[in-house]
């Protein structure tokens, strides 16, 4: 009569588990935080062993065996652990937790009623980062970046006209961008809000400033070209001017320099007639190629 009052209990307690949904359990954790799978805990005097397993790229044991007082660990990450003494409580604890640790858990309880099991489905939230600018065309963007999972963005003032683009990253998470135009906007500024379960924030722009320094790019943008240009015509010009000058003064000191070396004395003015013996380097011994640069 015990036994059978021990197994209807032990199938009471199974039964009020599952109706009251505890029996399969989603369980969201921000990556970087703690996790906590709690297994339902019966007397210490029926418990046997107590079994956690996950399934995912690693298949993970934990487990524990009152009457040899031991515990054993398979395949487990050293994040992986129980969150008190097993015999009193078989909470399962992750921490930090991250996007590799996301799976189904069994938490498998043996007593001396029966086996019990219990399931758990964990997610990890990463929380994007966020970001709000404007280009040169007058487009806004908002970008929240490496989430998990996608951020949902909307505007105020709100628009029609905005456009979204998911890319999608090899460890699941998701950039959301949208882009909305404000070019002919009568705002002076737009909000983004960016909507996420790790994280609900607005982030706002100030398309006055924005507009007013863009125009000031394009007025001043040719007027500084215009100048940079002018300076260097200038500049080419009196260069070239000086080089002129400079040219002729040269040829003007030659000529000059030539003629006061050599003096031509015509035949018929009885100019004494050149003695052949003097040898050419006294001919031109007063003739002086540098000093034609020296007069500068």
């Avoid at 921490?95 to 996301?102: I, K």
């Avoid at 996420?196 to 007025?219: E, F």
């Amino acid at each position: 009569m015990t036994q059978i009052r021990a197994v209807l209990a032990a199938v009471l307690f199974l039964m009020i588990h599952l109706v009251g949904g505890s029996a399969y359990r989603r369980v969201n954790v921000e990556a970087g935080h703690e996790a906590v799978l709690h297994c339902p805990s019966i007397s210490k005097l029926s418990l046997l062993m107590v079994t956690w397993k996950m399934n995912s790229n690693t298949s993970c044991f934990l487990a524990y065996r009152r009457d040899l007082n031991e515990t054993r660990m398979l395949n487990c990450s050293e994040r992986m652990m129980w969150k008190y003494t097993p015999d009193r409580d078989p909470a399962l604890r992750i921490y930090p937790v991250n996007l590799n640790d996301e799976g189904n858990y069994t938490c498998e309880i043996v007593s001396s009623e029966g086996n019990f099991f219990f399931f758990f489905s964990l997610t990890v939230i990463v929380p994007p980062t966020l970001s709000l600018t404007s280009d040169k065309n007058g487009v806004a963007v908002c970008q929240a970046t490496a989430g998990k999972p996608a951020a949902k963005i909307s505007w105020i003032p709100a628009s029609n006209h905005s456009v979204e683009k998911d890319v999608h990253h090899l460890n699941r998470t998701v950039t959301r961008v949208s882009y909305i135009s404000w070019v002919n906007s009568t705002h002076p500024n737009v909000t983004c809000l960016v909507t996420h379960p790790a994280v609900n924030q607005t982030l706002s722009l100030d398309l006055s400033y924005d507009s007013s320094r863009i125009q000031y790019l394009l007025i001043g943008l040719p007027a500084s070209l215009a100048v940079v240009c002018g300076a260097g015509v200038t500049l080419c010009l009196i260069l070239r001017c000086r080089a002129s000058q400079l040219r002729k003064k040269a040829h003007r000191s030659a000529v000059e320099t030539v003629t006061e070396n050599f003096r031509f004395t015509p035949l018929h003015l009885n100019a004494p007639v050149m003695d052949h013996s003097v040898s050419p380097e006294k001919i031109y011994e007063n003739y002086k190629p540098q000093s034609t640069f020296m007069s500068y």
